[in-house]
């Protein structure tokens, strides 16, 4: 007698109920955030490589823009044109303009402002004051308004006008651009930056030239910079520190809010 077997076939798995789109300026910031979170598969968006991971129903997409507004913007619309994501959130670093706002300090702004338009304030949704529950162990947390610019302040005073006129807690260069797309598309945003330069620190705009757009060193000019430069070198390594501590706390804190968003995103559904 032969028995004949059913033959068995994967159940495909349902689509996710909410993607998250976490956008980065810097390689740097993106690669702690991968780390983190684990996220190694790549997937192509028009030019773009992203990286995507799920969790339970939730999926995250993974992507850096490059410094600065307008990469920033084409990066989004790229994005956008091939899927809406259900919430965007802007992660990276940002630098302090309140003195009381040290190294370290994660900013949950809630409202950012272009420098450079002048215009009022872009509100910020509140879906992280719901869902993500209070930061991390020992790691202070700030809110109030965040200012983008074009151009990098390196200056204690430069960042000292900038307070004065303006009131923002931190400084910038994507996230005026990136929360303008975000409404105009309709798509729920917030930030989270961490804080890795304070009010009064001074940034060398020379040694910063020797980047890349994605923050990356050119190994030339950095070796040609450190050469020309030997005195610089504890401001090297004070900014390669403080921002790899910044970077961390940055990506246990995306860790912390999207660990919570699954959680409430279960409850409702059950």
Request: proline residues 6%.
């Amino acid at each position: 007698m032969r028995i004949q077997l059913k033959k068995q076939t994967a159940t495909p798995e349902p689509p996710p109920s909410k993607t998250v789109l976490i956008l980065t300026a810097l390689w740097m910031e993106q690669e702690a955030i991968r780390r983190r979170l684990k996220i190694n598969t790549s997937i192509p968006a028009g030019n773009l490589k992203l990286l995507q991971s799920r969790r339970k129903n939730i999926l995250f997409i993974l992507g850096v823009t490059g410094v600065g507004s307008l990469r920033a913007a084409e990066v989004f619309d790229t994005i956008v044109a091939g899927f809406k994501p259900d919430l965007l959130l802007i992660a990276g670093l940002a630098g302090a303009l309140d003195p009381a706002v040290k190294i370290g300090t994660v900013v949950l702004p809630n409202a950012v402002m272009d420098a450079e338009q002048q215009s009022a304030p872009i509100p910020l949704n509140s879906f992280l004051d719901s869902e993500m529950i209070p930061c991390l162990y020992g790691v202070r947390l700030v809110r109030g308004h965040l200012l983008t610019v074009n151009q990098i302040v390196t200056s204690p005073t430069e960042k000292a006008d900038l307070f004065r006129r303006t009131g923002a807690v931190a400084i910038d260069m994507e996230s005026a651009s990136l929360a303008n797309r975000a409404h105009s598309a309709g798509i729920p945003c917030a930030i989270i930056r961490a804080i890795s330069d304070g009010s009064a620190e001074t940034l060398p705009s020379d040694l910063l030239s020797c980047t890349d757009e994605f923050g990356r060193p050119k190994g030339w000019l950095l070796a040609r910079w450190i050469l020309t430069h030997p005195a610089g070198m504890p401001e090297l390594l004070r900014l390669n520190r403080n921002s790899r501590l910044a970077a961390g706390i940055l990506a246990a804190s995306i860790e912390n809010y999207l660990t919570n968003l699954i959680a409430c995103q279960s409850k409702r559904e059950n």
